[in-house]
């Protein structure tokens, strides 16, 4: 477990976690503002990919923000091991943006999407080195793969 604990540091998981809280609270901001329906001039087809793209964003930062209490609870010694191992601790799915769509919105709307990409696939990429590093293991993770079938 060591070494998978490696990668994520707790200066990193809170510094992290800081990034998914703000971007949340701008795309919440930018999101309620109603500024995008001022400046798209209300078009239909760029307003109902606009609410896709904001659900999208929003589903995207709550399974970054979820992934990233997880990590804390772990590295804080609020989950043992066995719970570490669950696989409903993983890092949810969310849907890629429609990127030929968001070439059309404003630049704020643009640059809160495309950092909330940007962090979930971080996110991800540190998420599967995790995993690897645990199969890695396959006597403890079979071990562990037991214990959570017998419950």
Known sequence: MAEVESLLTP????????EAMILADEAR?????????????????????FSCESLKVTTRLMHCIAWLLNQKALHGDDLSDG????????????????????????EDA??????????FQRLQRMSARMEQQT??????????????NSF
Do not use: C
């Open 11 to 18: 200066k990193l998981i809170d510094a992290l976690y800081t």
């Open 29 to 49: 901001s930018y999101f309620e503002s109603g500024r995008f329906d001022e400046e798209s001039h209300a078009d239909s087809n760029l307003s109902v990919a």
């Open 83 to 106: 719970e570490a191992w669950n696989r409903d601790r993983e890092l949810g799915y969310a849907a890629a943006s429609d990127v030929p769509m968001v070439a059309l919105f404003p």
């Open 110 to 119: 643009q640059r809160v999407i495309n950092a909330s990409e940007d962090l």
């Open 135 to 148: 199969d890695e293991h396959p006597v403890v993770h079979d071990m562990f793969a037991r214990l959570q």
